[in-house]
Nanobody, 119 residues
Framework: QVQLVESGGGLVQPGGSLRLSCAAS????????KNWYRQAPGKERELVAT???????KYADSVKGRCIISRDNAKNTVYLQMNSLKPEDTAVYYC?????????????WGQGTQVTVSS
C-alpha cells in the first residue's frame, strides 16, 4: 500500500524559512506529478506547487519567487523550500502524488503538516 508522509512543518517568524518533505513508500513503480497543496482555516484547499516527471515546475502566484519545489526520485521524496514566509502562508500543507504501484495508478494524499508563520 502506498503512503505519503510529510514532515518539516512548524512555527516560524515572518521572513523565515521552512523546508517541507514528503516521502512516498510502498510498492511503487513510478511517480508522476507531485504536488503541494495548502488549506488555511476557513479557506478552500489551493495548489501551491507542482513538479512533473520531467522536472518541470509550476507555482501559485502567491508563492512564486519564494518557494522551490524539487524531487529526489531515488528517495521517492518531494521537497518544498519556503522562504520569506508571511503570516498568510499559515496553513496545513498537504503532499499529493499520482503514483503507479502494484494497485495501478492512484491519486494519493499525505496527512498534512502544519505551518504557522507568526511573531
Amino acid at each position: 500500500q502506498v503512503q505519503l508522509v510529510e514532515s518539516g512543518g512548524g512555527l516560524v517568524q515572518p521572513g523565515g524559512s521552512l523546508r517541507l518533505s514528503c516521502a512516498a513508500s510502498g510498492s511503487i513503480f513510478s511517480i508522476m506529478a507531485k504536488n503541494w497543496y495548502r488549506q488555511a482555516p476557513g479557506k478552500e484547499r489551493e495548489l501551491v506547487a507542482t513538479i512533473a516527471s520531467d522536472v518541470s515546475t509550476k507555482y501559485a502566484d502567491s508563492v512564486k519567487g519564494r518557494c522551490i519545489i524539487s524531487r529526489d526520485n531515488a528517495k521517492n521524496t518531494v521537497y518544498l523550500q519556503m522562504n520569506s514566509l508571511k503570516p498568510e502562508d499559515t496553513a496545513v500543507y498537504y503532499c499529493n502524488a499520482f503514483i503507479y504501484s502494484g494497485a495501478g495508478l492512484g491519486n494519493y494524499w499525505g496527512q498534512g503538516t502544519q505551518v504557522t508563520v507568526s511573531s
